[in-house]
């Protein structure tokens, strides 16, 4: 493929965003449905397609559980289908007017949340995400260009195929949507060169990969970054409830961004505490690493690196830390923290609602597990990713962060007076 | 000034903010005043160094237009206060929870407004926008870097010294704001690199200049661009209010990003209301140059070329096309508008309301002058700018745009369910 053929590619989802940008949600939800009856009926289709990539990749020698994510089934296309079906069930984002104001010469002011426009979208290689994508993105009215992973390819280009044929059918452009045709890892250099056709650039996948965007966009880039997330136990912590919320944290689903990394528990709380919670630690096969007080108070515990304290294992591992006060706690969040989800244990309310305040993160918790930051558990419906940044959106991004506001001002004829 | 400490003001910036995002709305009001305090109480400081300055601007051959922007003055000074002590009885937007609600687990979910952190603001050689500048990002809880033009670094230099100290007089770090102190240009992309101590990257100037900080730039930007606003009046307009209202818009003050560059009059309304107003446009002053169709309703009008529906001229020139249907104008605001502001002049709902869904720019007006577009004029008492772009902020950004949301999450011990 050449170059003049992805440049063409985001002119065509350019000219798609407009009349996607003021279809109504009737017309939007009628497209969703088209697509998961799409996916249905293009099962075989996919499925096969899917096979051709499952082989590839292991021919190519990826891990087990890497053609895991890869393969489709029936009953995975099904959750594909089902999933844009509640994406029609979400409330449309556009149009919404968050607020109008009249101003002391009569002028009414007001914010209406529009689409961005067109949203390039790169993911690794799990095709459902390549359906998730697609609806939200058509639901908040965008035009999207998705580039997953190359192992997928084959998989995303039959599933863009029969979701595109969908939206036709109810009268919107089929250029809503497209996949970059093409494994060629130099097109996504030239598709984050193209300022003025694409709004937003959304990457998802590992820090050297964001990193690698981020100098090379020149297109705004909302990253889904790593989560190096800590649990807090405060002194005068209910122990129980403290106790089940950080094996949740940590042992629900290990390999996930918002699972707990690091332990932090006030001193007055340890000696209580550690010993028997590092038990249950073990007897769920997670190996802990502690610093000198931990060790001293758990003497089997294994010594924390400095290492430990900025590594996102996403695995069966914990780095454990006593701190002398609550400060301490928010001076470590503060260092060694990724920004995407903390959490405090406490009974104490002044110290939750400093914790509230002053954390700097996506998700700020009191009491509750970091594996609920997540657009389903927020009640945002469903997540293009979770946002590590600050900028427009942060924590988890569902419809509303895929649209933007813009002023509308309503007058009567009214000029502006010269201020000389 | 070495490379290293172009990132040690940058580490102190990053220090400053933690204090910054926590301190109260009446301790960062006590700073404002202090600040318009300090500026009158430093007049004869701050006029010394900008003499200087001013010296230097006329030595290197200025425009007198330049150097008039470039000239502090006591009322200037003065007005430079009043503008702190206005910032000051704005609401404070940091703590603010836009929304919290319950999921039917009982977990609570909400979003809370935050500073974004460390803001870099680079801006034009008028000393004025540094206070204003220092007292938007203070109030709003935020640190910030200013890179003034290379101009005005001395008087730059004076006014931040007078407003760092004023605000360490009330207990907030010094280092809440700071003028890079020194004209060499390599230092700003320097800057620009500092992705992690810098949150925010918001330049204003020429289109070469934001479009070099797009492309070098590792952290966010929102880019002050050009304005090139249209006009459009419908079928049936009244005609007296809008030859109000594109007169404002063009002759009240040319020079600005939101005044009117080009008219757009359906082919209904043109034969009543060109004549007339080109007539009142020669009056102004204003040189007119049209379509064929304009030219044959007012001949005497000069030929607009291709290029000048893409001119923003920022003078006394207008550019007049005469489109065949409400849908003409949509496409031809489309086509050459940049997403600042756009009007239309119109007696029809439906279309007023499709106008202002439709057109995709940072400010939408119905029968008002796009001279409006202005942060004080739409209420939200100050402005570090205007966006045109669609992420995080649009159109004037105020207080709000210069924070984020971030989630937070009140539970009462609660733990995530397994999916599998």
């Known amino acids: 493929m050449s170059s003049t053929d992805i440049r063409g590619l985001a002119e065509a989802a350019r000219a798609a965003s407009r009349p996607l940008a003021s ?33 590839g990749a292991r021919e190519a020698g990826n891990t087990a559980a890497f053609v895991d994510r890869l393969t489709l089934t029936p009953t995975r296309i099904q959750a594909m289908a089902r999933g844009l079906r509640q994406i029609a069930g979400l409330p449309d984002p556009v149009g919404e007017v968050t607020g109008m104001w ?3 010469n009569g002028l009414q002011v007001g914010r209406m949340r529009v689409p961005l426009g067109v949203i390039g979208f790169i993911y690794e290689s799990r095709p459902n995400v390549t359906a998730d994508a697609a609806g939200l993105c058509l639901k908040s009215g ?3 260009i998705l580039r997953g992973g190359a192992e997928a390819l084959r998989s995303n280009l ?6 595109a044929e969908a939206v036709a059918t109810v009268g919107l452009p089929a250029a809503a949507l497209t996949v970059v045709p093409t494994p060629d890892r130099a097109r996504v250099k030239e598709l984050l060169g193209l300022h003025g056709l694409i709004d937003l650039i959304i990457p998802r996948g590992g820090e050297e990969f964001i990193q690698m965007v981020r100098e090379t966009s020149q297109i705004p880039v909302i990253a889904h970054d790593k ?4 649990t807090f136990v405060d002194a005068g912590a209910d122990l129980g409830m403290a106790a089940e919320i950080v094996l949740n944290a940590k042992v629900e689903r290990p390999g996930v961004c918002n699972a707990m990394e690091t332990l932090l528990v006030h001193a007055e709380a340890a000696p209580a505490f550690l010993p028997a919670i590092v038990a249950r630690f073990a007897q769920a096969g997670v190996e802990v690493r502690g610093c000198p007080e931990t060790r001293r108070l758990v003497p089997a515990v294994r010594p ?7 590594t ?18 928010l001076a470590h969040i503060a260092r060694h923290g990724s920004g995407l989800a903390e959490a405090i244990v406490t009974a104490d309310h002044a110290r939750a609602m400093r914790f509230l305040r002053e954390v700097d993160a996506g998700a700020v918790f009191v009491n509750a597990s970091t594996r609920f930051t997540d657009g389903f558990e927020f009640g945002m419906g469903a997540e293009m990713g979770i946002s590590t940044q600050k900028l427009h959106a942060r924590g988890p991004m569902g419809l509303r962060e895929l649209t933007c506001e813009k002023f509308i001002v309503l007058g009567d004829g009214h000029v502006r007076r010269s201020q000389k």
Chains 1, 2 share one sequence.
Not at 35 to 52: C, D, F, H, K, Q
Not at 227 to 230: A, R, S, V
Request: net charge negative; charged share 25%.
């Open 23 to 55: 279809a109504t949600g009737d017309r939007k939800n009628a497209a969703l449905e088209a697509m998961a009856a799409g996916l249905l009926a293009g099962e075989e289709r996919i499925l096969t397609a899917n096979r051709e990539d499952v082989a």
């Open 102 to 104: 009249r101003r002391p």
């Open 158 to 163: 039959a599933i863009a195929k029969v979701l």
């Open 312 to 329: 996102e294992y996403l695995d069966l591992i914990l780095s454990v830390r006593v701190v002398p006060s609550f400060e301490a706690a």
């Open 304 to 310: 924390a690196a400095d290492a430990d304290w900025d």
């Open 227 to 230: 989560g190096l997330c800590h």
């Open 142 to 144: 965008n035009a999207v």
